[in-house]
């Protein structure tokens, strides 16, 4: 008798797992899939402390041990202006960006200014595209053949997190004006952004676009590209401290994270979710990590800052 309501016990508990089991796979089926990525900016680096670098450099090693999904994009403006501008051309700042691993840069207005008469900008400009360890990014700034600058893309495409991430870049209509304008052809960044998008898009989850274009073209791309797939425009030229993003309703989030006197490390979380086979933004949050000599100095990019303040030292002795 005991055998019996044993087995007639286990019976309906066989029972009771069966007729929940569905249920279960259901509402496991019903929970939709997400995706975070952290976005972290730099832009408008020209005129300050080089030392700034290393203790961003601190809070970026902090950022990618706290979460998996990263990227580390420079919108622009590495250097022209400061006391060191005449001295090392961007390859210091080049050299820390190396130090810190950056995913990719876009080339700001500044990247083609002239600074003196012995050096062509277009000499300085190769140089620092050279020696990036990392992509370098301009669209809507090409040889008059048609042809991209050497040594840049117009986007590139990186994996992170199993998905992969297109970043397209863009920068200023200032380079028009300019005398290193003259033998490039420099188109409206909106436009080539509008262009390429559709391009990218069949080779990536999700898109970013990096712009030093500033705000006033960023604008009008959200206006043109918002609902067209685009997840954030990084912005820069401006120096707007912008601690969250802006956008129009429905449109797409804009960042910036000051630049020159206004000095920042930006980070943006996004969070995805998976429906009818797309990745759809469905929240960000920003903000800026004020720069201020109470932050430790990351020791790597300190010594690569050291040696070239060395080499000012030995050359003013």
């Known amino acids: ?178 005398t290193q304008g003259e033998n490039k052809l420099v188109e409206d960044p909106v436009m080539t952004a509008a262009k390429l998008l559709p391009e990218v898009q069949d080779q990536s989850d999700i898109q970013l676009i990096l712009s030093h274009a500033g705000l006033s073209a960023d604008v009008q791309m959200d206006m043109k590209l918002a609902g067209k797939g685009p997840a954030l425009i990084i912005g820069a030229d401006d120096h707007y401290v912008i601690d969250q993003p802006i956008y129009r309703t429905g449109g797409i989030p804009i960042v910036q994270a000051g630049g020159e006197n206004h000095v920042y490390l930006g980070r943006v979380d996004l969070t995805f979710e998976k429906k009818d086979g797309k990745w759809i933004e469905v929240s960000q949050q920003g903000r800026l990590y004020p720069i201020t000599k109470d932050i430790p100095m990351d020791g790597a990019v300190k010594a690569v800052i050291d040696q070239y303040m060395d080499s000012v030292s030995k050359r003013a002795a």
């Open 1 to 178: 008798m005991l055998i019996f309501r044993m087995k007639y016990g286990f019976l309906m508990i066989c029972l009771l797992f069966f007729a929940i089991l569905p249920n279960a796979v259901v509402a496991a089926k019903e929970q939709p899939q997400t995706y975070r990525l952290t976005v972290i900016h730099t832009n408008d680096f020209h005129g300050y402390d080089p030392y700034a670098l290393a203790r961003k450099a601190t809070i970026i090693k902090k950022i990618r041990a706290e979460v998996p999904n990263v990227v580390l994009l420079d919108a622009g403006d590495l250097y022209v202006r400061g006391p060191y501008q005449k001295v090392f051309y961007g390859t210091m700042e080049m050299a820390a960006l190396n130090q810190m691993k950056y995913d990719a840069w876009e080339l700001g207005n500044n990247e083609f200014k002239g600074t003196d008469e012995l050096v062509s900008a277009d000499q300085k400009l190769y140089q620092l595209i050279e020696q990036a360890q990392f992509p370098t990014l301009c669209s809507n700034i090409r040889n008059t053949d048609g042809s991209y600058l050497t040594g840049v893309k117009p986007y590139m495409i990186k994996t992170v997190g199993g998905l992969k991430i297109g970043v397209l870049g863009v920068s200023s209509m200032k380079v028009k004006k300019y």
